[in-house]
Every structure is written in C-alpha cells, then in structure tokens.
C-alpha cells in the first residue's frame, strides 16, 4: 500500500484565523510513532501558528500551544480532531479575555 492522503482542509475562523489539516494514511507508522498515520493540524492567527498538533518521523506526536511543545497520546483520528479543536476553542476564549 502507497501513503494516501485521506483529507487536506482548510477552515476559516475569521478573518484573521484559520485552520489547516492535513491526515496521511501510511502503510506502517513513523519511527517515533505506534500508528499509521501522518498528521499535521495547525491554527493560525494573525500570520503566527499558535497550535499545532503533529508527527514528525523520530519525534513522535507532540503539541506546540503557543510557545510550548509537549507530548500528545495519540488515541485515533476522532479524539485528535476533538483535541485540537478543544485548544482551538481554549485559544479562541483566552484570547477574548484579553
């Protein structure tokens, strides 16, 4: 089996924000990773990614929120689109407070 891209979206936010996804299916996983898939999930706001959810070979899934990264556990596809879109909403309301 060839890698197949399984979805490549773009979503607006407004006119300042958006969301970028991409998903790869692999016919084996990444070194660093225990799944078959390659994913690159990014929020962008003003010109700057403030989130980003990814899997790189070697690296393994992490999170960059803002100026941290951290490990991610990756539990399927549904629950990291649910994740990301929680930071999304997280960024979205602290953002509003200030």
């Not at 197949?4 to 979503?11: D, G, S």
């Not at 706001?45 to 070979?57: K, P, Q, T």
């Not at 990756?74 to 990301?84: E, I, M, N, R, T």
Request: net charge positive; glycine share 6%; aromatic share 12%.
């Amino acid at each position: 089996m060839k890698a197949a891209e399984l979805f490549r979206r773009r979503i607006p936010y407004s006119e300042v924000a958006f969301a970028e996804l991409v998903l790869w299916q692999l016919p084996g996983p990444l070194h660093g990773s225990a799944h078959s898939y390659k994913y690159r999930l990014a929020y962008v706001v003003n010109g700057v990614c403030v989130l980003r959810y990814d899997n790189e070979s070697g690296k393994g899934d992490h999170r960059h929120f803002r100026d941290k990264e951290s490990r991610y556990a990756f539990d399927g596809v549904d629950k990291l689109l649910a994740s990301f879109q929680r930071d999304i909403e997280r960024i979205n309301r602290e953002d509003s407070d200030s």
